[in-house]
């Protein structure tokens, strides 16, 4: 079961990196803004789900540099689906200056990683062991401004607020009005259906942790909770690299 | 349960024997240490069934009894039947043979046979298994050695069990069986041969089975035989009415020892094993040591105390088991075995200080002094009187200072005990008293003595006595009960009963405890930087040189016991004496030594240590006497090779009243799987050796617990309230002298979720609260795209409909004038200019309602194309500001106000303003959305048509302004009339998101 969730979860990175691919190689995808912004989502949860899958094999403890790197990353992932949505639906003449606010959390991200990257290499190894050992370490090492914890319960909250933004957005498009493709909005259904299912499993395991703290390494290595969790990474990320590309023409 | 008194024994040759014996007799004692101890292990196998027959061990520890025909297992902890350990029903009723080979198969002689017990697979051996054969044979009998297990079954058969074959060893005529089942062994083996009593023949094998000869017993012997003991040539038979044959295999030696003074050598009066080259015999009060051969020549005696503590009891059995034997009476099983430290023993009685004077040991304590010249015989010293010696100071090679409780001090001069002089001034104000603890010297004619009100000064040339005090901390001990005292380079330091305390340059100070809290402090030793204080409650207490705390090592820390009394730095470790044994500080590393490892007492007493440097000996004194030994000899004994831990019990309390008790199944397995239904777990687990107090157990929860602790008296750890989950549950076995030495073992404790505990819960919840905020937001979205759909089908159908109509009247009013027969008429102007009016009203109406206007953009346009429209006629000059930072939609109730506040304001200037010049200033920042309208009218005009207008214009705007929460101004100017309208656009702005 162990394999198979490394396995899915490794399937799943393959086609988001060649998602990323195939929008950086084709022109048309790489002047849409909609396109870039997917793109950096793409690549965060890629990150994400790398790390995830280095720490649960112990392998975290030869890099210990990659560890930590990505938190402000993931900030972006809400934000970039919304807008990516958003922009589908109602491209931009230009970016406003506003769309940068999006990014706040992303600076929040960058200033608390850097007690771990400034941390001595003994002491990231010494982290990386103790975080193998027991992976809930993750949210409750010292190597931060604020509890670790945090970043969890503000990422999540934040990718809830931004989902239902996206949802709102889908709502209240008129199409009739917009003159928007009708396969258009099928695709952008499809894509945030399945974000929403590849959150909610992730949400859906951080309130198991919540509710159950003192299980919460178990709960983190569990394959009968995370060989859904990469089911769902590696559906949504096969999707947005096979499904509308091989669809979508403009 | 545990007796603490030793077994005595004297290493001496007989010949030496007899002036040792007069001198005890005469009323000196010189008692050496034991070679062996004992422990009851259990006082029966409960409180009402004391009768132990037969006991033996298996490969893990566990004892296994046979009381009463039924099987129990004694676990270090309780006592439990076997029916209960195994579950099912057992397939026999009446057991009256239990035998644990060194496999881990229990070997039971039942009244239909053999039944073998496998403890590996917790299952009776049965077709199919190695040992099947002896299944149902009856049992004659069993013999276990280190490293084989024999067996005579009624066959007629002789086995070599082995751990992998059997063999069959030699036959025997079992048909004219002789009934009579010795409580000795009738089967022994040694690393040559194999022998066998059995129907008046003494059968030896040699261990391969191939040489075997039989020699018949003497005319009566068999009848009396009570135990055979293998030695290097032969055998030895114990006959109960005689005492011991030698057998070579051919012939039978009579051995009788003039040693034994009577000749009953029944089991209540003697009992005696074989242990490497000895026989090590237990006759009536004595200890003997015989040679193992059939010589049987005596090596050592002594004398013990076994047989008031266990022959009278009644021996049932014995079976060897590892280093110690187990011994079966009617009042419990106990255990015998060596002692591993040789502590010599003197017994003075409870022990305070002692000296060497002159090569003669002084033992110090209550009553007389005892001492112990170079004849190593201890001998109470009833010459001097009796006092309570409690310290000594040595001042001269022949002259020492005692420190007595009561009296104050005395001399010790040449052995003899003389009062000293004692002089305390009337004058002094300080309360003297006599009861004196410890001294110390200041300076060659003073010593400072502890009392039990603080430290005086005596005088050794005057006997002076008088309070130490200073000018700045007077008597700075007044009430304190001084227990140590040091005196050096100028510095005092001292502990009491309240703590520890230094006295320098006049200068009294608290090292510790710091706080106000009193802490008992016995003893301290200064070492290297270090101070170290023997405490009551806080172990040993270790000080840096500036007095601050470095650590405090008690019983979670190794320690024996958190009261130490006395401690002694010899080399580069320090011995404690505490209130529960021995304990040696050796660099970082612990030692603890207990009673079962020699110990005459564990409890030690203050002031009674004396480290001899030319002997290299150590004396430590305590409730019975002093022990005195070589320090360096406690680190050489090696410790009990450790066991791995092992659950005994497992029980399990679900809900619905429901209960599962498995005593033994569990500690097979390493992963413990729960029913999800689990609501308490409690899991006993054994231990073995208890009784010998070789180690500690720790035990630790992960991830409920960080650190091992240690495992409860009961040996019982109870978890409720369990969450899904794993549970590494750690047990460590330590040894007890040592913290390198240990075993660990970790059971993986599982506990699958119940629904409320799952994913799929979660995500239900999650779906439900997403599918909900879901479908409030889509209602909304529902609502405002058809209200936007119904403006835009209302300004379709204005425009297309009404427009359309009303451009045609307007239009036909025009032709109508324009027509050469028209005669002027009034109203038909009035229509067209209605109509028109009526139009670009209409025109307005379309352009509000439409919610595709709400974009930036077409407010400012459709505000200039308005101004242009009715300024321009009016020769006014017009100057747009317009900026629009944010090309957000601009709601449509703002959109809609601001339009028409903007409009009224534009007709007042044409109607009234007479103005030159309008400035119209648009401006969206983000944050708000401002219009300024400014004219440069002819004020008296404005005033008189302002006031007029006030009851409409102003007032209209002023709602309008307010339906949209703006801020709204209007009024003159310097230079001319401005109306301003100020539009938040960000207040609630998230919830209007969902709202809107």
Redesign the interface.
């Known amino acids: 079961m162990h394999d198979l969730v490394v396995g899915l979860a490794i399937l799943g990175i393959a086609f988001s990196a060649l998602g990323i691919i195939l929008r950086i190689v084709d022109k048309r995808f790489r002047k849409d803004v909609a396109d870039t912004l997917l793109n950096v989502a793409l690549f965060a949860i890629m990150w994400h789900v790398f790390i995830y899958l280095m720490i649960l094999t112990g392998h975290i403890q030869h890099l210990p540099n990659l560890y930590n790197k990505g938190i402000p990353l993931y900030y972006l992932i809400a934000p970039c689906l919304y807008l990516y949505v958003r922009y589908r639906l109602h491209p931009p003449k230009r970016l406003p200056a506003r769309i940068y606010l999006h990014a706040f959390p992303f600076a929040f991200g960058v200033v608390d990683i850097l007690p771990y990257a400034f941390a001595s290499s003994v002491e990231k190894e010494a982290l990386m062991h103790r975080l193998v050992d027991n992976i809930s370490t993750g949210f409750e090492h010292e190597y931060g401004f604020v509890p670790q914890h945090w970043h969890y319960i503000i990422k999540l909250s934040l990718a809830f607020v931004y989902l239902m933004l996206q949802w709102r957005t889908l709502f209240r498009l008129d199409r009739e009005e917009a003159g928007t493709p009708g396969r258009v909005v099928t695709e952008l259904y499809s894509f945030t259906s399945l974000y929403t299912l590849f959150l909610v499993l992730q949400v859906g395991m951080v309130f198991n942790i919540v509710f159950n703290r003192v299980q919460s390494t178990y709960i983190l290595q569990d394959s009968a909770q995370l060989i859904w969790v990469s089911c769902a990474y590696l559906v949504f990320s096969a999707w947005i690299c096979l499904g509308p590309l091989l669809r979508r023409t403009k | 349960m545990i007796n603490t008194k030793p077994i005595p024994v004297s290493r001496l040759q007989p010949i030496r024997l007899l002036p040792i014996v007069v001198l005890m007799w005469g009323g000196c004692f010189q008692l050496r240490a034991e070679s062996y101890h004992f422990s009851q292990i259990v006082s029966g196998v409960d409180r009402h069934h004391a009768m132990i027959s037969k006991a033996t061990k298996d490969p893990f520890g566990m004892i296994w009894m046979l009381s009463g025909s039924t099987i129990f297992r004694y676990d270090g902890v309780n006592v439990t039947p076997f029916s209960r350990l195994y579950g099912d029903a057992l397939p026999f009723y009446e057991v009256d043979q239990l035998h644990a080979d060194p496999w881990g198969h229990l070997w039971l002689n039942t009244r239909n046979g053999i039944a073998i017990f496998d403890l590996h697979t917790w299952k009776f051996v049965s077709h199919g298994h190695r040992l099947a054969e002896f299944v149902g044979q009856q049992l004659i009998a069993c013999f276990k050695s280190s490293d084989g297990f024999f067996v005579a079954d009624k066959r007629g058969m002789a086995w070599s069990i082995a751990a992998r074959d059997v063999q069959l060893l030699f036959r025997f005529d079992p048909s004219n069986v002789d009934q009579r089942r010795p409580v000795g062994r009738m089967l022994v083996a040694d690393a040559e041969y194999v022998w066998f009593a059995f129907d008046d023949w003494l059968h030896r094998c040699d261990r391969h089975g191939q040489h075997k000869t039989q020699v018949r017993f003497p005319p009566g012997m068999f009848s009396r035989i009570e135990d055979l003991l293998p030695v290097s040539d032969g055998v030895l038979v114990r006959v109960y009415s005689q005492g011991y044959y030698a057998c070579t295999g051919e012939t039978f030696t009579y051995l009788p020892r003039s040693v034994f003074r009577t000749n009953d050598f029944t089991n209540w009066n003697h009992w005696s094993f074989e242990e490497e080259d000895k026989i090590i015999a237990f006759h009536e009060d004595r200890y003997l040591e015989f040679s193992r051969d059939t010589a049987f020549r005596l090596l050592a005696t002594g004398s013990h105390q076994l047989d008031h503590h266990i022959l009278y009891k009644r021996l049932n059995g014995w079976q060897r088991e590892q280093d110690e034997w187990l011994l079966c009476t009617d009042q419990g099983l106990y255990s015998v075995f060596p002692t591993r430290i040789e502590f010599d023993f003197y017994d003075s009685g409870s022990a305070r200080g002692m000296i060497k004077q002159q090569g003669t040991y002084y033992f110090g304590g209550y009553g007389y002094l005892d001492r112990m010249g170079h004849g190593q015989v201890l001998e109470r010293y009833t010459a001097m009187p009796e006092n309570n010696y409690y310290a000594f100071l040595a001042l001269s090679r022949d002259t020492a200072c005692i420190v007595l409780e009561g009296d104050f001090l005395a001399y010790l001069i040449n052995g003899r005990v003389v009062p000293a002089r004692i002089d305390v001034s009337p004058a002094t104000p300080e309360k003297f008293t006599g009861m004196a603890y410890c001294v110390a010297r200041q300076s060659a004619d003073t010593l400072l003595v502890g009392t039990y009100n603080g430290i005086w000064k005596y005088a050794l040339s005057t006997g002076a006595v008088s309070p130490l005090a200073c000018a700045n901390s007077g008597f700075f001990s007044r009430g304190m009960r001084v227990q140590s005292i040091r005196y050096h380079a100028g510095e005092l330091s001292f502990t009491t009963d309240q703590g520890y305390f230094t006295w320098q340059a006049s200068r009294f100070r608290k090292v510790y405890p710091t706080s106000e809290a009193n802490l008992n402090t016995y003893a301290h030793a200064v070492h290297g930087n270090s101070v170290y204080l023997a405490t009551k409650g806080q172990g040993l207490v270790v000080l840096d040189k500036l007095g601050h705390l470095t650590s405090a090592i008690g019983v979670e820390g190794g320690l024996a016991s958190d009261i130490v009394y006395q401690l002694a730095w010899v080399g580069d470790a320090l011995y404690l004496g505490t209130h529960d044994g021995l304990s040696v500080l050796k660099g970082d590393r612990i030692y603890n030594f207990f009673h079962t490892d020699g110990l005459p007492f564990e409890e030690f007493n203050h002031q009674a240590s004396y480290y001899d440097e030319t002997a290299d000996r150590l004396f430590m004194g305590g409730v019975g006497g002093y022990i005195g030994f070589r320090p360096s000899a406690v680190f050489a004994r090696a410790g009990d090779p450790l066991g791995g831990p092992r659950l005994s019990g497992f029980r399990i309390g679900m809900k619905s009243n429901r209960y599962v008790d498995t005593y033994a199944r569990s500690q097979l397995r390493d992963t413990i799987q729960l029913p999800k239904d689990a609501v308490w777990i409690s899991l006993g687990f054994a231990q073995p050796e208890n009784h010998r107090q070789g180690y500690r157990m720790f035990f630790r929860i992960a991830?409920?617990m960080d650190a091992y602790q240690e495992m409860p008296a009961s040996s019982q750890i109870n978890l409720s309230g369990m969450?899904?989950?794993?549970y590494r549950l750690s047990v460590k076995i330590q040894a007890a002298s040592s913290g390198d030495e240990e075993a660990v073992r970790t059971w993986l404790i599982h506990k699958p979720p119940v629904f409320t505990?799952?994913?799929a819960f979660?995500?239900l919840?999650?779906?439900a609260v997403?599918g909900i905020?879901?479908y409030i937001?889509?209602e909304r979205?529902?609502k405002?795209?058809g209200e936007?759909?119904l403006r835009?089908r209302i300004s379709r159908d204005l425009h297309d409909e009404v427009g359309g109509l009303l451009t045609g009247i307007s239009m036909q009013t025009d032709l109508l004038r324009i027509k050469t027969d028209y005669v002027h008429s009034p109203a038909v102007d009035s229509i067209g200019t209605y109509s028109r009016e009526a139009t670009q009203m209409m025109d307005d109406i379309i352009w509000a309602v439409d919610s595709?206007n709400n974009v930036q953009g077409s407010l400012a346009d459709r505000m200039k194309l308005l101004a242009t429209q009715l300024l321009e006629p009016l020769e006014v000059v017009i100057t747009f500001d317009v900026d629009q930072r944010?090309?957000r939609k601009i709601p449509q109730l703002v959109r809609q106000n601001l339009y028409l506040i903007f409009k009224e304001a534009i007709h007042n200037i044409c109607k009234h303003a007479h103005a030159k010049t309008v400035h119209i200033r648009l401006h969206h920042t983000?944050r708000r959305l401002e219009l300024t309208i400014w004219d440069d009218g002819v004020a008296e005009a404005q005033v008189t048509q302002a006031e007029r207008r006030k009851g409409y214009g102003q007032r209209n705007m002023q709602l309008r302004a307010t339906q949209i929460r703006a801020t709204f101004t209007s009024g003159r100017t310097e230079t001319g009339y401005e109306v301003s309208v100020v539009v938040p656009l960000h207040r609630a702005r998230f919830w209007n998101?969902?709202r809107d």
Do not use: V
């Open positions: 991830p409920l969450s899904a989950g794993d505990e799952t994913l979660y995500l919840i999650l779906i997403g905020t879901s937001l889509y979205a529902r405002a795209k936007d759909r835009r595709r944010e090309d983000g998101w969902f």
